[in-house]
């Protein structure tokens, strides 16, 4: 069986209106359901989408101590699923109590890698089509409607993924240049037609060679950092994940590699992609992915193979 990258090669471009386009905080919603059951329950799908021979989809999230976050995130799902498997690394806040309350399903599962926790959870679904979020994402209203206009017409014997574009925030504003956006991200699949990759922290989705990917109208919400100092301890945990990985594959950075990438991480984000159009935000964003890509390569370098200050 063959396999391919996921990624943005022969990307369609959405010429579909989005109704999110000019959102500018993350939206912290409970969804208006589709059915006065639904209203009650926040996770029970339209009585249209779980009839009998109609497509059916199984939520996956992962997360670990998102109490706070998860409420929001489940709900988002719950008009587009026909259930929700949630797999835990071991939460000790109320994520677990929160997410059976709501109806998913609670997997306990001792983490090692993104990629196998999420194969993981994609394993315990009951159902053929996986939509696959993290805890910090949301469907907006409009990319919930447009899963389920797609799922009222496709035929569910036919493998297929779908591709969402995501918005990213930093605190409150969304962003809207540099790195950080276009970010097309495939998120519902056939289990059949995708799993995901080995790479960590940065998972990415192999979809089987030939599966055809749809483009979505809407945005997938993600609130990716509440503020710089939380985006800098995010990266700096990603930079050393990424390193361990590369020192185990025996990888050795040359001595310019940390300096000239970091550098032109920050004139290709801030300045080539007009992330100083986000303002300040744009300016942390490139400051602090530009310290990340630094950061990963010098913890790979080979004067700091034994150094525990870039473990």
């Not at 109490?67 to 949630?86: F, T």
């Not at 009951?126 to 994402?137: C, G, K, M, R």
Request: glycine share 6%.
């Amino acid at each position: 069986m063959a396999w391919r990258m996921c990624g943005y090669q022969g990307m369609h471009k959405n010429r579909q209106n989005n109704g999110m386009a000019r959102q500018t905080t993350p939206v912290y919603y409970v969804c208006v359901m589709q059915t006065n059951v639904a209203r009650r329950h926040g996770l029970t799908n339209t009585p249209e989408a779980s009839a009998e021979g109609q497509l059916r989809i199984s939520g996956v999230v992962i997360c670990l101590n998102e109490a706070e976050r998860i409420a929001d995130c489940l709900q988002s799902m719950g008009p587009v699923v026909d259930e929700i498997v949630l797999l835990d690394s071991g939460s000790t806040d109320d994520t677990a109590r929160r997410a059976e309350a709501l109806g998913a399903r609670v997997v306990q599962r001792a983490f090692d890698t993104f990629s196998a926790q999420k194969n993981a959870g994609i394993k315990e679904a009951t159902h053929p089509w996986i939509l696959s979020i993290d805890a910090d994402e949301r469907l907006s209203p409009t990319l919930q409607e447009a899963i389920l206009a797609w799922r009222g017409q496709h035929d569910p014997s036919s493998p297929c993924a779908l591709r969402m574009n995501r918005r990213n925030h930093l605190g409150t504003q969304a962003i809207r240049h540099g790195s950080w956006w276009p970010d097309r991200k495939i998120r519902l699949f056939h289990r059949d037609a995708a799993v995901w990759g080995p790479a960590h922290p940065h998972e990415e989705l192999i979809l089987r060679d030939a599966t055809p990917v749809v483009d979505l109208p809407g945005e997938l919400l993600h609130l990716t950092a509440d503020s710089p100092s939380t985006l800098k301890l995010k990266s700096d945990r990603y930079a050393r994940l990424w390193a361990e990985q590369r020192r185990a594959h025996q990888y050795i950075a040359p001595f310019w590699k940390p300096v000239l990438s970091a550098a032109f991480r920050w004139l290709r984000d801030y300045l080539f992609k007009a992330g100083f159009l986000d303002g300040r935000a744009g300016w942390e964003i490139a400051k602090i992915d530009a310290f990340y890509t630094y950061s990963k390569y010098k913890r790979t370098h080979k004067r700091h193979h034994n150094n525990s200050q870039f473990r």
